[in-house]
Structure formats: C-alpha cells, structure tokens
C-alpha cells in the first residue's frame, strides 16, 4: 500500500507546434536545468528506500522524472498511459494495486490538479515542474494530508543562458557561412570583408562572455579565431589601399592611365596566395576544423551552469566595459595611431556585443550599439587615413611598385591631408562637448 504519494508537474517545456506530436515535445534547457539545481533539495526530504517513479510517456514528462530519480538515486521509470491520457480513474486503480511504500508521480495539468483536490478535498495548484507529497490514509474514505509542498522553480538564471545560447549559435552559423563564402570567392572583396566581420563578432561575443565560459573552448577558438583575422589584416589593408587608390583616380587626383590601380591589384593576389596558403596547411585546417565544430554548442563553466546566471550578472559586466571603454576615450590622444587603433577595436566589440546580445542586455543597453558604431567609425576614418599613408610610404619601397612611386607619392600626401582634417574635425568637436559640460555643470551649480 502506498503511504507517501508525490505528484510532480513536469518541468517548463518546448511549445507545442501545429502538426508535430504534443508528446514529442522536450523541456527546454532552463527548464531542464531548473529542476536539476532545485531537485536534489526537494526529494532529500524523501526515503528512497522501496520508492518507486511512475510518468506519463510524454517525452518533457520522463525528462522531468530521470531528473527526479537522479535526486532519489532510483534507476527504473514506470510508464503509464493513464498519466497522458488524463484518466483519473485508471490511474487510481494502478494506485491502489501498487505496493511500494512511496510512489512519485509525473504528469500533466489539468490532471494533476483534478487527482490532488480529489485526494486532499480541496484545491492545490501546480506550476511547472511543482511538487506535492501527501500523506495517503490507510482509510480510502478519508481524504490524504499535504506533508510539504514546493513551487516551481525558477527558470530565469537559465532562461538568460539560452538565450545567449541562441544568439552564440546565429553568430557562430555566420560565421560558418562566411567562411565557406570567402574560401569559395576569395577573389571578392566583399568576401573578404564580411569573414573578418563575422570573425570580430564572433571574437567580440566571446570575449565578452569570457567569465563564464568554458576555459578551454575559449582558449581554442580565441586562438583559431584571431589566427584567421590576423592572417587575413594585411589583404585587407591592400583592399582599403586600392579602394583608397580607385577613388583617386575618379576625383582626376591620379591620372585615368595610372598604373597604381594595376600594381594594388598584382600586391593583392600575391597576398591573397599566402592567406589561402595558410589557410591548407595541415595545422591551419585541423585547428580551424576543432572551433568551427565549437562554435555552435557554446559551453558554460560547470559552475554557471548549475547555478545559472540573471540578466543582471550580464548587464553588470557590460556596464563595466562601457565605463572602461568611456575612460579610454576620455583623452584620447588622437595623435597616437595606436591608442586610436585600440579606442576603435573596443569601441566595434561593445558594438557587436550591444547588437549580438542586446536580448539579455536590454532596450536600454542594445541602443548602445549604434552610438559605438557611430564612434567606431569616425576613429576608423582617421585610422584607415593613418594606415593608407604608411601603406603608400613602404609600397614606394618596394621593387613591385618601382613604376609608381610618384602614384603613391600622391596617395601618401592625399591621407595625410585626411588625417589632419579628421584630427582637426575631432578636436573640434571634443572642445565643443567639453565647453557644453562646463556650461551645464555651471548651470547646475546655480541651480
């Protein structure tokens, strides 16, 4: 005769889908891992000893109850089709022949609410994945007693993990198809362009997510991931050089017959070579190989994934890189190619990170990706007219470009007069937000 009957609402679930069996439909990974932190706490109030679990065949209803039966250290799972079916009479008849001393059971509502009013004479609602264990009377006429009772847990430091899970996985697929696209094509610029922006946000999203990812995934990708953008920086520098070059020769600063658009176009295939060279030696292939089959199952520290992470743990950090980033810029010296290279990197990853993950992050913070993407690019300008000067500087060096040094003579004066616009343009506009700081901070102090 069972004396102790618990009744368990399986976990938070998949939504149905028109066409596809209901009893097909799984929990989802906040589900499943909300009842794995909650679960080993709740039935430690049980003996195991004799315990049998019984579940509805419903696949989210076993997931539920294996969860169970790891926190009782019970290895069977009983099926009954009276849990499913929602047939209360049924099921009470397989209750009554039963014989062991405590039985759990996973089902569905509204079954479970209709079994426990029977049980207890009054109502007793359940939540997903919510316990009940009563005290059955020896007595069928009597009606049972609620010995304890636990509501459903809380999926949201889970919920917060798939989503970042989701949004990893479409960073991850862009990238997978940005590479396929490059390595199909090389030959076009804008493939080229579109792999190292799928490789920066890749890179961007998982620095950002570096606390509390798996140490040796990230170690892995990092590095393939920063081997591929690194091999390919020159062949893009050579892209924004001819690009540079091109509208030169459209604006009448370079002649229609130059030969420089030529010579840019001869530098770049022999770049072109040695990245797709690397790209087929044997350790290049394998380690790329190993992240791209990473990327798209991002791995938690085990640590985050039994306690789960709020959406505030998320937001805090990226607060914390805004304040780093905004203290970079505050006094950056625009004079300096280097720290504007840098202030413009982290700018692009709070960029992509705002956009990529924006879900977690909020309205509020997602909004911050634009902003950044407006400051990453008036650096850029500055940056790329940096890089174009020194780009014409040494090609005037090279034996390549031996019949266009007075081409590249002018590329090199062109830059450096948008470098000193652009820094002029900058100061400027720093010097007004300054004067509109102080003037507002007056404005306060009098008020």
């Not at 799928?198 to 081997?227: D, H």
């Amino acid at each position: 005769m069972v004396k102790t009957l618990v009744l368990v609402r399986h976990g938070d679930a998949e939504p149905a889908v028109e066409g596809v069996d209901g009893s097909l439909r799984n929990l989802t990974r906040a589900g499943s891992d909300a009842l794995a932190a909650a679960y080993p706490s709740v039935f430690s109030k049980l003996d195991p000893t004799g315990a049998e679990v019984w579940s509805s065949p419903a696949v989210r209803a076993l997931q539920t109850a294996e969860i169970a039966s790891r926190a009782m250290g019970i290895s069977d799972i009983e099926t009954h089709q009276s849990l499913y079916d929602q047939n209360l009479d049924a099921f009470l008849a397989e209750l009554d022949a039963a014989k062991a001393p405590t039985v759990i059971v996973v089902g569905h509502v509204p079954f479970m609410d209709r079994l426990v009013e029977r049980l207890l004479g009054e109502p007793h609602p359940f939540g997903k994945g919510a316990v009940a264990a009563l005290d059955m009377p020896s007595d069928p006429t009597h009606h049972a007693t609620l010995l304890w009772s636990a509501d459903a847990p809380d999926t949201s430091r889970w919920d917060s993990l798939q989503t970042v899970d989701a949004a990893v996985a479409h960073v991850a697929q862009k990238l997978d198809t940005a590479m396929d696209a490059f390595l199909a094509n090389p030959e076009e610029e804008v493939r080229l362009l579109e792999l190292r922006q799928a490789i920066r946000r890749m890179r961007s999203v998982y620095a950002f997510l570096r606390p509390w990812q798996s140490g040796k995934q990230n170690k892995l990708t990092e590095k393939a991931l920063k081997g591929m953008q690194v091999a390919t920086n020159r062949l893009r520098a050579v892209d924004i050089f001819s690009d540079t070059v091109d509208g030169l020769v459209e604006t009448g600063e370079l002649g229609e017959n130059s030969l420089l658009p030529m010579a840019c176009a001869n530098e770049r295939q022999l770049e072109l070579e040695s990245v797709l060279a690397l790209y087929k030696k044997k350790k290049s292939r394998s380690l790329l190989k190993k992240a791209r089959e990473a990327f798209p199952a991002f791995k938690w520290r085990k640590s985050v994934r039994a306690a789960g992470l709020f959406q505030a743990d998320f937001q805090q950090r990226f607060d914390e890189e805004m304040s780093a980033l905004d203290e970079d810029l505050f006094g950056l010296d625009l004079a300096d190619a280097k720290a504007v290279t840098n202030a413009r990197r982290d700018a692009k990853e709070v960029h992509y990170v705002a956009s990529r993950l924006g879900v977690v992050l909020g309205p509020e913070r997602a909004q911050m990706s634009a902003f950044m993407d407006e400051i990453q690019n008036e650096l850029g300008s500055l940056s790329i007219a940096s890089d174009n000067q020194k780009l014409a500087n040494e090609f005037s060096k090279s034996p390549r470009f031996r019949g266009v040094r007075a081409d590249l003579g002018v590329v090199a004066r062109d830059q450096a007069e948008v470098v000193s616009a652009t820094l002029s343009g900058l100061r400027r506009r720093e010097a007004r937000s300054a004067k509109g700081k102080t003037a507002k901070k007056d404005k306060d102090s009098k008020n």
